[in-house]
């Protein structure tokens, strides 16, 4: 069977929130059938919309869309003797003109009265069905554009054999939809499959959801809707993109006979309860005295880090119970951070979490082979060391799990003891002097507190005995010898 061509004109493309719609305007006529024979010849004027009386769409901004239809040589149209009764004719057009043609064939049967209407339907044997879309035109035209007309008989013999009917004004069964898909406001949407459900969409010939499958993903996408509840509808729409599944509602009074565009913006939900997977929330850095700048969330969905910011995926908003908070985190104290999608995603999640006090840094010093007296060091203790000698301090982080670059050395007097970013210390003169080592969360993750230790060295003059103070009180410098 020879399918009927759809063209399909758009002055431009739909990016509203909002449905279209369109109605048709179908002509009529008159015809009669010749003498009885074996089975009687009829033919039926019939019209659907064409190029000549096409389907007006309703305005969007003022820009019109149009979809017409046209008769093909070998197709076929089913005829029933009213709505319930047995299939007494199958036609073909002929004389074909675009949207109008002529139906020719025979008919059988010798009953009839004008009180009886013959059901022409196209496509199919009556009923319909909707499963297997692949979302183009072509395939609608082929396989999903169901018609039906009823005709009223006009005149019969006295034997009841049809001698003339009306013309066959047909109608879809089902409205045509043509879906722009985004993700969010913006990103396009790749789709495949797409999957639509609504109440009105649920009858005995169509599957719940509708699961449309394009060939290769698309971002446009056509679609045959049969609405059964004629009332405003709303229509939840899945679409996969990536392997993940991204959803958007429209709601519409979805009128069978009409042509469509729609504009669907699709979105990924992080709301914990909408049954979208893959949407993982972590709350980190959450010690005492971290700063509440969204770092302490992280986001991801399915396993790709999603990204904060208004401009992208989600913002983060902290409250201590309703007020909202953007001082540093303290210990015990009760946290909800508030994430909200934004871009293409939508919805809300919170997360609740206490401040935890922080473990203190730990440095431990050992000593080197530079040191007079007894050679050992003892952590912040008194240290004694001759001029021009070197030594190095361990400041065991690798046992503490402490970054280096967290450590910093600091010399009371840089001129007379110098330390090395590495805390290599060198006695450049005699003197009393202070070295601070300071263990500081640099790159604020917050692993540990703040800590400091401070070491006091005395330098002598090369050549000159000294001892450790021990019990003295005495705090003086040490100065050159004469």
Not at 457 to 468: D, I
């Amino acid at each position: 069977m020879k399918t009927k061509q759809f063209f399909l004109m758009a002055a431009a493309l739909c990016a509203s929130a909002v449905f279209t719609g369109c109605s048709s305007e179908l002509a009529e006529s008159v015809q009669t059938v010749a003498e009885p024979q074996d089975g009687y010849p009829i033919s039926i004027s019939a019209t659907k919309a064409g190029s000549d009386d096409i389907t007006r769409a309703l305005s969007l901004n003022d820009e019109t869309n149009t979809l017409s239809t046209s008769w093909s040589v070998g197709e076929k149209v089913y005829v029933y003797k009213n709505d319930d009764g047995e299939k007494v004719a199958e036609l073909t057009p002929t004389s074909i003109s675009g949207a109008s043609c002529t139906l020719s064939g025979t008919i059988s049967g010798t009953d009839y009265s004008t009180s009886d209407k013959l059901h022409l339907y196209y496509l199919k044997e009556k009923g319909v069905g909707y499963s297997g879309q692949h979302g183009t035109i072509a395939d609608i035209a082929a396989n999903f554009d169901f018609s039906k007309a009823i005709v009223d008989i006009e005149e019969v013999t006295a034997n009841g054999v049809i001698l003339s009917t009306g013309g066959a004004t047909f109608e879809r069964q089902q409205a045509i939809t043509k879906f722009t898909l985004t993700l969010g406001d913006s990103y396009s949407a790749m789709v495949s499959p797409l999957k639509i459900s609504a109440t009105g969409l649920t009858d005995a010939s169509a599957e719940s959801p509708l699961t449309i499958t394009p060939t290769v993903a698309t971002n446009t996408i056509f679609a045959a809707l049969r609405n059964t509840s004629n009332t405003e509808q709303t229509y939840t729409f899945v679409g996969t993109v990536g392997g993940l599944d991204w959803t958007g509602t429209k709601k519409v009074n979805l009128e069978n006979n009409k042509y469509y565009l729609a504009g669907v913006k699709l979105y990924r939900d992080i709301t914990e309860t909408t049954g979208v997977t893959g949407i993982n929330v972590i709350a980190n850095n959450l010690k005492a005295g971290a700063t509440l700048n969204g770092g302490n969330i992280s986001v991801t969905d399915n396993g790709n880090p999603m990204t904060q910011g208004t401009d992208n995926d989600y913002t983060v908003v902290y409250k201590i119970g309703e007020n909202v908070t953007t001082d540093p985190v303290v210990s015990g104290t009760t946290y909800t951070a508030v994430i909200t999608g934004t871009g293409k995603y939508k919805g809300e999640r919170t997360v609740t979490f206490s401040g935890t006090s922080l473990p203190d840094a730990v440095i431990t010093l050992s000593t080197g082979d530079d040191y007079v007296a007894d050679g050992q060091i003892l952590a912040q203790g008194s240290n004694t060391m001759k001029v021009g000698a070197t030594a190095t301090y361990n400041d065991g982080s690798e046992d503490q799990n402490i970054p280096a670059g967290d450590i910093t050395y600091t010399s009371s007097n840089s001129t007379g003891l110098t330390i090395g970013g590495d805390g290599t210390i060198t006695a450049n003169s005699a003197g009393t002097y202070t070295i601070t080592i300071t263990a500081e969360d640099a790159d604020d993750t917050d692993e540990y507190n703040k800590t400091s230790i401070t070491i006091t060295v005395y330098v002598q003059q090369s050549g000159m005995g000294g001892t450790l103070p021990g019990t003295t009180t005495e705090s003086s410098s040490w100065t050159d010898a004469e």
